[in-house]
């Protein structure tokens, strides 16, 4: 099974900032099948990115992904009180998930 | 509107036996996959398996394999996962949600149900 480590653990900004969260596969994925969830406290996951790059319905623009083969990052341009929470990402290959530990955005 | 809601929480006891459900709506039920995903306090996302109900094609990951039962009823758009003997490592909140139009995206989710295992 591909693992998909996400760094860092932890990222301390402000409002207004640029955030940048990386996941690394320890190989490549799959037509970089790559997504990227978003989870608040004592909320479901909601998708952001898909396909590494394409962002899902709904979905503000300030919030985008990029990355291919082994390396993908999810960058958020300029932080909104909103956007502090658990970020995760998630690989499907050979009919598998697999998930990411989680960065939490504080 | 697509919708997809998931039965209560559960308190159960080790060794009982529980079958939670998540029932889609608003789109073509039996065309898209469901997938189930568990999350234990304080832990991280993990995929259990998806079922596609169009035909009940199965899939699990390795690490839950024998561990459960997905299962669908298309005739009322509704998804299972169960357990046959519960354990106290069971609880978790365990999270339902649609596979959309590219494999790797799972686009609504339900709510959660919370399980609970305890003597």
């Known amino acids: 099974d591909i693992v998909l480590t996400q760094s860092p653990g932890t990222l301390s900004l402000s409002p207004g900032e640029r955030a940048t969260l990386s996941c690394r596969a320890s190989?490549?994925?799959?037509?970089?099948?790559l997504a990227w969830y978003q989870q608040k406290p004592g909320q479901a996951p909601r998708l952001l990115i898909y396909?590494?790059?394409s962002r899902a319905t709904g979905i503000p623009d300030r919030f985008s992904g990029s990355g291919s083969g082994t390396d993908f990052t999810l960058t958020i341009s300029r932080l909104e009180p909103e956007d502090f929470a658990v970020y995760y990402c998630?690989?499907?290959?050979?009919?598998?998930?697999?998930f990411g530990l989680g960065t939490k955005l504080e | 509107e697509v919708q997809v809601v998931q039965s209560g929480a559960e308190v159960k006891k080790p060794g009982e036996s529980l079958k939670i459900s998540c029932q889609g709506s608003g789109y073509t039920f039996s065309t898209k996959w469901i997938g189930w995903v568990r999350q234990m306090p304080g832990k991280g996302l993990e995929w259990m398996g998806s079922i596609y109900p169009g035909d009940s094609e199965t899939r699990y990951s390795p690490s839950f394999q024998g561990q459960v039962t997905i299962s669908a009823d298309k005739s009322i758009t509704t998804v299972y996962l169960q357990w046959s003997r519960l354990k106290a490592s069971d609880t978790a909140i365990y999270y339902c949600a649609r596979r959309g139009a590219s494999p790797d995206a799972f686009d609504f989710w339900g709510q959660g149900t919370v399980v609970t295992v305890s003597s």
């Open positions: 190989r490549s994925v799959s037509n970089n099948y």
């Open positions: 998630q690989q499907y290959g050979r009919a598998l998930y697999t």
């Open positions: 396909g590494a790059s």
